[in-house]
């Protein structure tokens, strides 16, 4: 019997520190690092090369400091779709996460460089991404419930409901939300529809059509 | 090219008759009421009607000035001395009298007394030529086609110019003489304009020292304030790092040297003071994220005006809706300073107007050589630049920029703000 192949990792970020971090973190977490780089062109590369199972790329990279990581990533994805990538910043942007998801093939992380604190969360969330999955940061949905107004649909949904909500759009399994709210899977799973239907949402039980109903839905 | 001809000797009549009903009425009266008000300062009187009518030749000045533009596209800068705003001066008559003086002291006054004058003569015969041209034309047609005949039998010769009429020759004559005037404002309408224009730039046009003075008194205001206004900045943010991240991180540090000393007397101890130093430190970060932000927006730095925009309008609660033209990247320090005029724009209208939805415009007039925000929202209006010291406040910090912002807010709504910042596009990054 093979020992399931560890996933492997290309992670790009400018700061020696963080990147040094990341990487005993991943490691330490059974990821096989395949290139740890510091800058643009090093990440369109190893994207390109290695074709790694996930990356881990920094929005802000050199030699441009601008957004740099995050164009080197979508155009990646333009190239290998679903390409899975987990994107981090110090900051954290509808605008941003929109283009992320805006391919619809899932695979896509949007986080604050704040989650790695939570190692366990953390480590979660890029294998979630590595198996085609969502994880959006709950700042992101924030800003979107932040902007509800009297009328919204959403004032329906109990504050349990809103919590289920969030934690769908983050990109949370049945189980991670049973988890999280202490409730058995399958009456998790009949939650989702509950919220869905009360929202006049159709229901869905793949994660990805899921993060992009809820979101697509609070957009509105 | 005939047609052209006619049209713009046909406007410049019109334009002519406008003029010299200007001139002749309203800069002879003007003239002498100011004159006597002049007169009057001596015995007291004239140190309130002064300024009334000062201001009455300013408006009629001014009014010329639009017409050189419009019409002639003549820019006539005017160079009067800038006056304390209404809120500054001092009141009752102390204050009255100190605005009398300033504006006896101003020579744009005496300028623009000597052009009433000027204007109410020649300023009127350059206005009435383009104009009565034609107008003698005509009556030498008239006369030719007959008129002649009774005007003569009730007087005798009539002189059609240099034309004595006398007979149905004479008369024919006469025509021809008319149809000379017609060639002649054909040719000379829209110059006789212009020249009337150029008088008035001659007389009340502010000179190029005086143009430079007023620069470099506005310059020396905006400098002042940006200056003020980045040591303000400064102190927020000194206090906000002092306040915020820096006290956290002193917690944070100390925590962790309690844990060094727990570690091994009292695991479970040292256990919570971890998890409260992780805390302080996520609280750190998002204390300096928001000091970030007020200080450069993240988006800013990396996308630019446009996108900045974009991402703010998402955060915003009140929907907006974004419309950007922009050319890639503008200047560094424009971008940014348009960026917290918007984001203080859209923030008041959520705030005060009760709107339900707004839209913000950017774009680049390369025409221009300037960027163009228009922010609208359909809220309750009344927005005053004056009352508010916001808005006060943005239009000096672009006035560094020699930006100028625009409100027009009728009670009632829609609001509508114009920004307007002179910049070139930045190159290629």
């Not at chain 2, 008088?199 to 000179?207: D, F, H, N, P, T």
């Amino acid at each position: 019997m093979t020992e399931p192949r560890r996933p492997r990792v290309v992670v790009a970020e400018d700061l020696f520190l963080l990147r040094d971090g990341l990487v005993r973190l991943l490691a330490a977490h059974d990821f096989e690092i395949a290139a740890a780089v510091e800058n643009g062109p090093e990440l369109s590369k190893a994207l390109a090369e290695l074709r790694p199972d996930v990356a881990v790329v920094d929005v802000r990279l050199p030699p441009s400091f601008t957004d740099e990581g995050l164009q080197c990533a979508l155009t990646a994805r333009r190239e290998r779709p679903g390409l899975p990538v987990l994107v981090l910043s110090q900051h954290v942007e509808r605008l941003y996460a929109h283009e992320l998801l805006a391919d619809g093939t899932g695979g896509v992380g949007y986080l604050l460089k704040d989650r790695v604190f939570d190692a366990g969360q953390f480590v979660d969330a890029v294998r979630r991404v590595a198996a085609g999955g969502t994880a959006m940061d709950p700042q992101v949905l924030q800003q979107l419930l932040a902007r509800r107004t009297h009328d919204s649909p959403l004032e329906r949904l109990t504050p349990r409901e809103l919590e289920g909500i969030e934690l769908m759009a983050q990109g949370r399994s049945n189980a991670a939300i049973a988890e999280r709210l202490v409730v058995t899977e399958r009456a998790v799973a009949k939650h989702p529809s509950n919220i869905f239907a009360k929202l006049g949402l159709p229901p869905s039980d793949d994660d990805n059509r899921r993060v992009l109903a809820v979101l697509a839905y609070l957009e509105r | 090219m005939i047609g052209h001809r006619v049209r713009d000797a046909g406007l410049a009549a019109a334009r002519g008759l406008l003029l010299s009903l200007l001139s002749l009425g309203i800069s002879l009266v003007l003239f002498v009421l100011l004159v006597v008000s002049l007169c009057l300062v001596p015995i007291g009187v004239g140190l309130f009607t002064t300024p009334v009518v000062t201001d009455a030749v300013r408006t009629h000045a001014g009014q010329r000035r639009f017409y050189a533009r419009q019409w002639a596209g003549m820019a006539i800068p005017a160079g009067y001395r800038p006056y304390p705003a209404a809120g500054a001066r001092r009141p009752g008559i102390a204050g009255q009298v100190e605005r009398c003086v300033h504006l006896l002291k101003d020579p744009a006054t005496w300028r623009d007394l000597l052009w009433l004058l000027t204007d109410a003569v020649a300023g009127f015969v350059l206005a009435l030529l383009p104009w009565a041209l034609p107008g003698y034309f005509l009556f030498g047609l008239v006369l030719a086609a007959g008129v002649w005949r009774p005007i003569v039998d009730a007087g005798g010769t009539y002189w059609f110019a240099f034309v004595p009429v006398q007979d149905w020759t004479t008369a024919f004559l006469a025509a021809l003489t008319g149809v000379g005037f017609a060639v002649l404002a054909l040719a000379v309408n829209p110059w006789l304009i212009r020249v009337h224009f150029l008088l008035a730039r001659v007389l009340i046009g502010a000179s190029e020292k005086e143009l430079l003075a007023q620069r470099v008194a506005r310059l020396t205001e905006t400098r002042h304030d940006a200056l003020d206004d980045s040591a303000a900045e400064l102190r927020r943010i000194e206090r906000d790092l002092h306040d915020g991240a820096q006290a956290r991180l002193v917690a944070m540090g100390m925590n962790l040297g309690a844990v060094e000393a727990l570690i091994e007397k009292d695991p479970a101890q040292a256990k919570k003071l971890l998890a409260q130093a992780r805390e302080s430190s996520a609280e750190a970060l998002a204390e300096l994220r928001d000091l970030v932000r007020g200080i450069h927006p993240p988006v800013l730095a990396e996308r630019g005006l446009g996108d900045a925009v974009r991402a703010l309008a998402l955060r915003m609660r009140l929907p907006v809706e974004v419309d950007v033209d922009l050319p890639g990247r503008l200047d560094e320090a424009v971008e940014s300073a348009a960026y917290f005029a918007i984001s203080e724009v859209l923030t008041n209208a959520a705030k005060h107007s009760a709107a339900g939805q707004a839209w913000l415009d950017v774009y680049y007039s390369h025409q221009d050589r300037t960027l163009r925000v228009a922010i609208t929202d359909n809220g309750r209006g009344g927005a005053d630049p004056e009352a508010g010291s916001g808005l006060r406040g943005l239009e000096r910090r672009l006035g560094s920029f020699d930006g100028v912002l625009a409100v027009s807010s009728p009670p009632g709504g829609p609001t509508l703000v114009t920004i307007e910042i002179p910049c070139s596009p930045a190159p290629a990054r």
